[in-house]
């Protein structure tokens, strides 16, 4: 378990005035949020909105031009992704990344040796290491069956489910999945949404995602945050927020 | 002040040689996406041609004119005839595969000089209106000088009309942007490649003209100017003409300085100010990030420990490598040596080219710097062989750290060439710097100690180190360090994103692979007795190369069968006269007949016949 997993009613991750400019287009102006362990956050806008370079700067792939990010009470302000996975953060990206030259359990396996700064060891056999971890994680996520195929070989939702038992191997306390179902059928979308809530509730992870499918966000998270043009334009439970004028103005374009 | 000024015409006149070179090498790339290694030698076919033609024509400006032409025509022809048979067939075999096919080809055309040429440095006699000067500002200048100045800025001039102003050139620059776009578009790409790479070609041949009256045709100047043209290619940005200007600008005149005031360390200047200029612009001068290379997106087969049929099989050759000097006769036993080495040699190039992701140019640069430090232990500080032994992996790994350093942030083609560009420089030093190393003369007299003095038992000596030096190397591969390395080359974002410094694994994989070719430098020293500058020599490193293709890259076995396969065809095959041509028709056929390597080839045969038997 991270420092922090478990404690309930603590912040895991404060963002205060995140901007980031791209020349003359301000893609972020001035987000501020906060995640609670456990929780199930769905960040969601129109495509532009400024979603992704939001993500990219909690990640560390993007440093922001102004603001704070802050992990527990330690500042992460533009912090490198692999530091940031050091202090638990987990990530699983859009376009899914993983090892193809590996089987799916090597994949785990090197995921807990770099989390457990192991990887500096030039003598042990790396397959040896962590099996039961590894073979733990994936049948967590229902990939057990697998643990032996070639990860480039898989189906695209099993990359999505390896890629979630990758971002646990560190055992995190934050999750940042960038449109985790992206590419997935319907049915398949809902149950990875529902094995994600349910790490979430059990190991007390805190997830916060980007979605484009409303039946997911609206169905799975705890709370959502509405942006448009860079700004924060509504934050609530997903009631509050489907029935927000702005909101519909925003996705359907009636008038507020 | 005088002096200044005219080196720095002559900078300037060199530039513009450079220019032409590097001109066409950048603009084939820009389409065919192909480092062209045979471009050096297309600059040497028009220093030949561009004699015979001059050398037989009336000696009145016109003629010279329609001489150099010539040459940049016939180069062209011959550009377009290579384009044909051979680069067509290999657009989409891997990157590193298309390099060494040129080489290939680097190695049949010396051979094809040297039948048609001859061995002897041909240069030309200059009638007088060559030789004579300008008076400017009361200072003479050479008149040849300053056509040459005026040149590289014509054809700059006439190539950016050419594409900016033809539809040709359209075309071209589409190519450059999107080539599967301008495919779908019905234009015809085989007709664009070969003009494309004939232009390229003409404009190698051109720059090879226009170099002989200051210098001669030699077997020498198509590797020499390949590394300078890589240089400017890669600091002026891959694919911008532009960028190839100024950077042939700001090489030339630095060399023409360096030549002037420190003449020892010139290329080393070379390489500082490329390394500066790639730091603050990764890119080259005028260079974009390129658009997604194939490379990045080919499918990576999985890695596989070998079975127990294949670890019996290695067992089994080991056993009967330990025995062989019971029946081997002397020169056998030499060829087993030579073997051992070239098994570490190659094993140590696997870890930065398969798992690292690495390729490199260069490896024998560490191989010599190995060489180099057991020759300096045996004879400059008197020590015994095991110290020699120690001192080479320290000082390859140490050197192969400063360069890494920097090496390793870049990727693809650009760390090729700039492992190639280093390589390079450390053959000049040990060519130039003779007080320590000797020169071309090599240092002879490294002998091992009386107790390892006969064959058979520098051979197991030999074995023991290489081989079991490979089994290290192979042993950290399959340890936590290799899959890591691994998982950077297999997806950086996703390696980052669980912890890993991916910087800090390259690195280190860098040093790896230099300590373990500067172990197998050193015991190859002992074993000939005798160092070269040769060791460190491009087709030294492009050996190392062959060897790991032609295992394959992505097996753990490919190093070691392509070393010994590699060793063994050498030894038999290749001797004698005409052994380039041999040789370079070799790495072509196996080229275009194994993509992936013999011991990729292998496997994948292994695995049909399994899956049929099953």
Redesign the interface.
């Known amino acids: 378990m991270g420092p922090l997993a478990g404690a309930r009613g603590v912040i895991v991750l404060v963002a205060e005035g995140l901007r980031k400019r791209f020349g003359a287009n301000e893609a972020v102006a001035g987000v501020s949020l906060a995640v609670e362990p456990g929780e199930m956050l769905a960040l969601i806008g129109p495509n532009g909105a400024g979603k992704s370079t939001c993500f990219n700067m909690l ?1 560390g792939q993007l440093r922001p031009d102004a603001g704070e990010v802050r992990l527990a009470d330690r500042v992460v302000t533009g912090l ?4 940031l ?2 202090l638990g953060v ?2 699983t ?1 859009q376009i899914t ?7 799916v359990r ?1 994949n785990v ?3 807990l ?3 457990k ?11 040896a ?1 962590h099996v039961g971890l590894a073979e733990g994680l994936l049948a967590r996520v229902g990939m057990a069956s697998q643990a032996e195929r ?3 070989v898989l189906a695209y939702g099993d990359l999505k489910r390896l ?1 979630l038992a ?2 646990l ?2 055992d995190p306390v934050l999750l940042l999945m960038d449109e985790p179902t992206a590419g997935m059928a319907p049915a398949e979308r809902a149950a990875l949404m529902a094995l994600v809530r349910g790490i979430a509730r059990e190991r007390g992870v805190a997830v916060l995602f980007t979605e484009h499918d409303m039946d997911v966000v609206f169905g799975q998270a705890d709370r959502v945050l509405v942006l448009d043009r860079g700004r924060l334009i509504a934050q609530g439970t997903p009631e509050a927020v489907r029935a927000d004028p702005r909101v519909r103005a925003v996705y359907l374009g009636t008038a507020a | 002040m005088d002096l200044i000024f005219l080196q720095l015409l002559t900078g300037l006149a060199g530039a513009s040689t450079l220019f032409l070179v590097a001109a066409g090498l950048t603009v084939i790339f820009g389409v065919t996406r192909v480092v062209n290694f045979s471009h050096g030698s297309l600059y040497m076919l028009g220093a030949f041609i561009a004699w015979s033609l001059l050398s037989r024509l009336p000696r009145e400006p016109e003629y010279f004119v329609l001489g150099v032409l010539g040459a940049a025509v016939a180069t062209a022809a011959i550009g377009a005839v290579l384009e044909v048979v051979l680069l067509r067939r290999i657009y989409r075999a891997p990157e590193l595969l298309q390099l060494l096919a040129t080489f290939g080809v680097v190695l049949v055309v010396q051979d094809v000089a040297l039948w048609i040429w001859g061995a002897v440095d041909l240069s030309l006699s200059r009638p007088r209106w060559l030789r004579g000067a300008v008076e400017i500002a009361g200072l003479r200048f050479p008149f040849y000088d300053l056509v040459l100045i005026v040149v590289g800025p014509a054809v700059l001039g006439g190539l950016l009309l050419l594409f900016h102003r033809t539809r040709w050139g359209l075309l071209v620059r589409a190519a450059t942007q999107d080539r599967d776009m301008v495919a779908a578009l019905g234009v015809d790409q085989r007709v664009l490649f070969t003009s494309v790479f004939a232009l390229g070609a003409g404009l190698a041949g051109l720059g090879g003209a226009l170099a002989l009256p200051q210098g001669s045709a030699n077997l020498n100047m198509d590797l020499s100017v390949i590394a300078e043209a890589f240089v400017v290619v890669v600091v002026g940005g891959m694919g911008s003409l532009g960028g190839a200007f100024l950077a042939a600008l700001l090489i030339g005149v630095l060399q023409a300085f360096g030549i002037a005031l420190v003449p020892k360390i010139t290329l080393v200047l070379v390489f500082l100010v490329m390394a500066a200029v790639l730091v603050v612009r990764p890119h080259g001068l005028l260079g974009k990030p390129q658009a997604m290379a194939r490379g990045e997106v080919e499918a990576l087969a999985p890695i596989r420990q070998a079975g127990p049929a294949l670890q019996l099989l290695g067992a089994v050759a080991l056993v009967l490598a330990i025995l062989a000097p019971f029946v081997a006769g002397p020169y056998l036993l030499s060829v087993l040596t030579e073997a051992a080495v070239a098994v570490l040699f190659a094993a140590s190039l696997h870890v930065m080219m398969g798992p690292g992701g690495m390729a490199s140019f260069g490896h024998a640069a560490w191989f010599g710097v190995g060489a180099y430090a057991a020759a300096f232990a045996a004879k400059g500080l008197g020590a015994e062989m095991a110290v020699g032994l120690l001192l080479a992996p320290f000082a390859a790994g140490g050197l192969a750290l400063l360069v890494g350093a920097f090496v390793v942030r870049m990727s693809g083609v650009y760390l090729a060439m700039l492992t190639l560009a280093f390589a390079q420089i450390a053959w000049a030093v040990a060519f130039q710097w003779v007080e320590v190393t000797g020169g071309d003369n090599g240092v002879l007299g490294v002998w091992p100690d009386s107790w390892a003095a006969d064959k058979p038992t520098m051979y197991w000596l030999a074995l023991l180190l290489c081989v079991g030096g490979a089994l290290v190397l192979r042993r950290a591969l399959f340890a936590p360090f290799g899959f890591a390395l691994r998982a950077t080359r297999d997806s950086a974002l996703r390696a980052e994103a669980i912890g890993l410094d991916a910087h800090r694994l390259r690195l280190a994989a860098f040093v790896l692979a230099g300590a373990g070719a500067g172990l197998s430098g050193a015991v190859f020293a002992y074993a000939k007795g005798s160092v070269f500058p040769t060791y460190m020599a491009i087709p030294h490193s492009v050996d190392a190369l062959v060897m790991v293709l032609l295992g394959g890259v992505q097996t753990m076995a490919g190093p070691v069968v392509g070393a010994v396969t590699f060793t063994v065809l050498q030894s038999w095959l290749l001797m004698g006269d005409f052994w380039r041509i041999k040789l370079g028709l070799l790495i072509i056929a196996l080229v275009l007949a194994f993509p992936t390597g013999i011991a990729g080839a292998a496997a994948a045969a292994w695995d049909r016949w399994r899956g049929r038997a099953a």
């Open positions: 990640g490198a992704p692999r530091h996975a050091h987990g990530r990206f990344a993983s090892f193809a030259s590996m089987t090597e396996q090197t995921a040796l770099a989390q700064r192991q990887a500096w060891r030039f003598w042990q056999a790396a397959d290491q070639p990860a480039g890629e990758m971002a191997a560190g």
